[in-house]
T-cell receptor
């Protein structure tokens, strides 16, 4: 298993500003992902965070809006840029531990963003 | 398109009243099916992984089963502390670098 720490746990932001969420994993990690969970909805993958290179984004998500960094195996950041009220959501960091790309993901507690 | 559908959306049980949650899936090739529990304001907590039809996993009052088209999460004699949203997810062969596709979840409420 893995313990995944995210911060901030919650924040209230003004329209047009940007916020960076940090994610730290305590175990050897193969893959890291960022998900979004909008109110009443399930989890939607934003992107796969790649170590030392550009993240791989899912359809509907772009780097200019959600820049992601992963400078080493166990740390990643997600920035939500130029925020609007539609960005109010829970953002979840997740990781797969071990040596393959198959298997369960472990999740952080999430970062709840409210944009006014 | 790979898809996961969970039913019912919400389920209210009395303490001790056993029931099942359903997860139907459509994938090009199933690499694994996962059950998670999510409490309000928290991230999903991993429960089970199932890889092939006929496989079963148990943990306390929970038992997960898998067929070629669906999975069930059976809850035996539930307690109020089992109240949570239960999420089902699949990983497909050839999927986006190994990510999971989630259903919308079943919100379970267990009354004393």
């Amino acid at each position: 298993s893995a313990v995944i720490s995210q911060k901030p746990s919650r924040d209230i932001c003004q329209r047009g500003t940007s916020l960076t969420i940090q994610c730290q994993v305590d175990s050897q990690v193969t893959m890291m992902f960022w998900y979004r969970q909008q109110p009443g909805q399930s989890l939607t993958l934003i992107a796969t965070a790649n170590q030392g290179s550009e993240a791989t984004y899912e359809s509907g998500f772009v780097i200019d809006k959600f820049p992601i960094s992963r400078p080493n195996l166990t740390f990643s950041t997600l920035t939500v840029s130029n925020m609007s009220p539609e960005d109010s959501s829970i953002y979840l960091c997740s990781a797969r531990v071990g040596t393959t790309n198959t298997g369960e993901l472990f999740f952080g507690e999430g970062s709840r963003l409210t944009v006014l | 398109e790979d898809q996961v559908t969970q039913s019912p959306e919400a389920l209210r049980l009395q303490e001790g009243e056993s029931s099942s949650l359903n997860c139907s899936y459509t994938v090009s090739g199933l690499r694994g099916l996962f059950w998670y529990r999510q409490d309000p304001g928290k991230g999903p907590e991993f429960l089970f992984t199932l890889y092939s039809a006929g496989e079963e996993k148990e943990k306390e009052r929970l038992k997960a089963t898998l067929t070629k088209k669906e999975s069930f999460l059976h809850i035996t004699a539930p307690k109020p502390e089992d109240s949570a949203t239960y999420l089902c997810a699949v990983q497909a062969f050839g999927g986006s670098q190994g990510n999971l596709i989630f259903g919308k979840g079943t919100k379970l409420s267990v009354k004393p």
